[in-house]
């Protein structure tokens, strides 16, 4: 395993040496790509998280012997997971992750277009008189699954050596650019926020609400539309999605990598090129890749450095201030004493349910703000108001269903399985009722809800069976990952004109710009660089970062190399 250097300083063994190549913040999949490729290249480079765990926001855990997914449920290949994998010879068996969609008592998978009729006729049965316009949509559907297709259809030639496949390069690569500029620029015109975008089909607003509510929050449309395709590229690992995180970690501790886990860095000093840590420790280094929350970022950099800041840094700033996190989500894990073919038949392994097709229209989604703004509400009033909100939300939603067991036999006790039951939910609500005082009394509340909810829907019979029962909210995510708003896709979309204002890049094909900074010597990577972001941006982004490292070291090896020489003559 990974050397954990803080483990080491502690018993007194640490390297004396304090000076790194590179030091890379954040130990996510974005910082762990990074540092696997700094250290392939030979780099003395040091990764450094706050936690006591790498993997961020991907991850696995077992409890009373149930092995759940802390993050991610399944990774989507992209063109970019598993040529990453290939490329620095790291070897994960994988198995299919069929998504199945559900809607009340109808359910149907998705294996790419060729099951959109079959999703159009589960939305005829339940709107019958809308025939005509699921049509459209579905058409929609089809045309923007064709332009992903061809962005993701090769792998990504960023992770293979193109000087060795000269084939590959003329026969592959040069005639799927074409497709790439014609398509790319076909989907990012479809950048209207996906729920505004299909009021141009139809006006069933409850319609629209079950095509799209397992989506983020104003989601550019070509994204949100185009995982109808992509739902048929997932995998899972055998052994949980932690597996990546073991592997990555073991490639860069077989490099000569450092690991500093607990090691939250509380200061940076740009021109002395060192990060000092919470503890007191510090750490030079040639360049920095900053793999966590980009506002951290900009806190803990030292700006009474003469010179700083300048106007692109002061820019950022102000776009830091002006945005906030992304969606988050509310997680329900169970350990149950049913066998997996109870929730194979009903939901498969991994599932996307409704339980009711009325919609979250059918409420007013954000309700709560009024409640919380009312000044003449008294706090019982307002809880006892946000109480039934809550309520009816989670009757409404729709549910992200993950069984582990159902693609690995041994992430569950015999007979048993494990459940991880999710639903967007938003920071804001679940903050305001922590400040309040009774957090622990609202997830068990939504636990209670939600059990209720699959009990008289897709899960018959289970309250009763289950054994083990616990939950995470946005502020556990924030808590645990340190990310803004417990934000788990990087900034916000709030519309599309404001995509420009935000901090980070937001058109693929400037993707290449997503790692650079207005800070000397520091690049970044990972979520808050790119939205809206998932596994493969950060992985992207990592190498990306490591990519422009290793070209700036070599750069400067060479004028060293260079001025070496000169002192000779």
């Not at 009757?395 to 569950?412: G, N, Q």
């Amino acid at each position: 395993m990974m050397k954990d250097l803080k483990k080491e300083e502690a018993n007194g063994m640490a390297n004396s040496e304090s000076f790194y190549d590179v030091i890379v913040v954040g130990a996510g999949i974005a910082g762990l790509t990074s540092a696997a490729y700094l250290t392939k290249a030979g780099y003395h480079t040091l990764l450094c998280e706050k936690s006591d765990h790498p993997g961020g926001l991907v991850g696995s855990f077992t409890r009373q012997g149930f092995t759940f997914d802390a993050g991610i449920r399944a990774f989507e290949n992209s063109g970019i997971v598993f040529p990453m994998l290939k490329q620095l010879g790291i070897a994960l068996e994988f198995v299919k992750n069929p998504v199945v969609i559900g809607i009340e008592d109808t359910q149907m998978t998705l294996e790419g277009v060729e099951s959109l009729p079959a999703y159009a006729a589960m939305l005829s049965t339940k709107f019958p008189d809308y025939q005509a316009e699921i049509a459209a949509i579905i058409d929609e559907i089809r045309k923007i699954t064709g332009y992903m297709e061809v962005l993701y259809g090769i792998e990504n030639p960023l992770f293979m050596d193109l000087t060795m496949d000269k084939a590959y390069l003329f026969k592959t690569l040069l005639p799927w650019l074409l497709k790439y500029q014609v398509n790319i620029r076909k989907a990012q015109k479809l950048d209207e926020p996906i729920e505004t975008y299909l009021l141009s089909f139809t006006k069933n607003q409850a319609l629209i609400d079950v095509i799209i509510q397992h989506f983020f929050e104003k989601m550019p449309t070509f994204f949100a539309l185009s995982y109808f395709g992509l739902y048929s590229d997932y995998s899972y690992p055998i052994g949980g999605t932690g597996r990546l995180v073991t592997a990555l970690s073991d490639f860069i501790a077989a490099h000569q990598g450092e690991l500093a886990l607990g090691t939250e860095i509380s200061q940076i000093d740009t021109k002395a090129q060192r990060v000092t840590t919470r503890d007191g420790r510090s750490f030079s280094y040639r360049e920095l890749i900053w793999c966590g929350d980009m506002k951290t970022l900009y806190d803990v950099v030292d700006f009474s450095i003469p010179g700083e800041p300048g106007h692109r840094v002061r820019e950022q700033q102000q776009k830091i201030r002006e945005n906030r996190g992304g969606d988050s989500i509310l997680t329900l894990y169970l350990g149950v004493n049913l066998e997996p073919a109870y929730f194979a038949r009903r939901c498969g392994p991994h599932c996307f349910y409704t339980p009711s097709k009325a919609g979250l229209s059918a409420i007013q989604a954000e309700a709560w703000q009024s409640v919380l703004a009312d000044p003449d509400r008294s706090a019982a009033q307002q809880r006892t108001a946000l109480e039934d909100w809550v309520r009816e939300y989670l009757a409404l939603t729709t549910y992200e269903i993950s069984s582990p067991v159902l693609r690995d036999p041994a992430l569950a006790p015999a007979g048993k399985t494990g459940v991880i039951v999710s639903t967007l939910m938003d920071y804001r609500l679940v903050k305001a009722i922590d400040e309040a005082g009774w957090y622990l009394d609202f997830k068990a509340l939504c636990e209670e809800q939600i059990l209720t909810v699959l009990e008289n829907s897709v899960f018959p019979g289970l309250t009763e069976q289950v054994e083990q029962r616990f939950s995470s909210t946005p502020v556990t995510i924030e808590r645990l990952t340190g990310n803004l708003d417990g934000a788990i896709t990087g900034w916000a979309f709030r519309d599309e004109a404001t995509a420009g204002k935000l901090p980070a890049v937001s058109v693929f094909r400037k993707i290449a710009k997503t790692i650079e900074t207005p800070l000397p010597h520091i690049y970044q990577a990972g979520q808050w660089t790119f939205s809206p972001s998932g596994l493969p941006v950060s992985i992207l982004t990592g190498k990306l970062a490591a990519d422009g490292v290793i070209k700036r070291l070599v750069k400067q090896g060479r004028v060293e190399h260079a001025d070496t020489d000169q002192e000779g003559r």
